[in-house]
């Protein structure tokens, strides 16, 4: 019986399986730590590790075994950063090595299809980071707290009114018709004035408005690794659903990758727009992948895929689903590793095979620092649901040949979130919408040529 079939039987708890793993979800599995349990937790909190049934060990546990006090230690570790006045399961994620290079090798495709597997069962994988990631992170995160602490009007100066980049103030940002507390600065991709696409008015096409040197520097030098690393998530996957080599990374091609820089104020410091607790409500984020940096705080909650739970985001927004019902899982801050979720354009790839995976923030007790690369189709593509491969994947031949424009979806959740920003009032009174039916814009490295600007 598939994963997918046996989703509402299935604990998410997985098992560490990188060398730096201390403590095997074995070890932990006999400890009740329900709530009632003695052990040093806020009051009013409901604290679980989420585990998983037997399997077998891809790789060796931990040659000793871990003492009734490191389970206790350990399980404080992964439940004392969860946010005042949620309720949740608390995850514990496997770890993940990416091999420095996708070959294609017997490896890759086991990595490959053990990723597959943790998606399905718990919607999110942790990745170990290299060495080099982990003071690209450090140097970025730096950054980000750096263009945070800048005055109010310096930051609000940083908006460009033809991209969705730059600062997003607290409270900006609507999900669900909520505000959410998140304070953002987003990267998207840096066109000047002169570029092809710019001038001939593509919407959401534009400068980044970086405030300076310093935060766009080390902002690129990680942003752009974490390219890399989209790109071999991508390939694996591939191996793991056992489809031809290009079938995800053909869509990445001159992809419209982008970067959210987040700050969450602490629950008793907002400014009072949104809803108690709330850093951003439960959604769907619209692209292939999510990789992530948080810091030491916590707050991230995500739902795992559900059977009796259906969205499809590309047709009927999502945002909000089930945020105030039970079956959250929480997602403590572990050092020295970036997490993925998946998107809805994966969802929409793979016939629901693998499925966007709902998340949402809470609030904590301190300020916390997180980025989200988002690794993404062309902003001119247009998706077509796989025929072949893991699962026997099928979709309705009339959906299949009509696909998904991901430019149309990406313009469409921007302007959905930010209804009152100036990039969507200009972008509405200059009838850009429009142009996302044109040929040139559904054509992958298709540009507009000069003649034609005042025609797109």
Known sequence: MSCLAT????PLGRRLINSRARLSTAALGSLDIGSGNGLSMPPGFRLDVARQPNKQQRIQPPSKIASVADKIHAHNDLGKTLPPGFTAQVAHLDTFELPEKVTGSASDRALGRSIIDTWRCEGIIQIAQSDLQKQLWNNAKAASKRFFRKPAAEKAACVDSQSYAGYIASGEEVTDGIADYS?????TKDLDLEEPR??????CHGPCPWPDVEMKEPMMRYIDNLGLEGEKILQLAEFGLGVA???LTQYTRDGWHHTRVLRFP???ATNGKGKEGRGIGSHTDYGLLVIAAQDDVGGLFIRRPRDDEKFANWQKSAAGHKEDADGWFYIPPVEGVHTVILGDMMQYL???YLTATPHKVGLNTRERFVMAYFHEPSFQAVIKPINDGCGGMRTDPEQAAEGVHYGTHFTNMFMRNYPDRITTKRLLAEN????LSKPVLRTIDALPTPELDSRL
């Open 183 to 187: 304070e953002i600065f987003t990267i």
């Open 245 to 247: 080599p290009g079938t």
């Open 7 to 10: 989703r509402s039987l299935l």
């Open 350 to 352: 793979t016939n629901n």
């Open 198 to 203: 710019v001038r001939a008015k593509w919407p």
């Open 432 to 435: 850009r919408y429009a142009k």
């Open 266 to 268: 602490p629950r008793d």
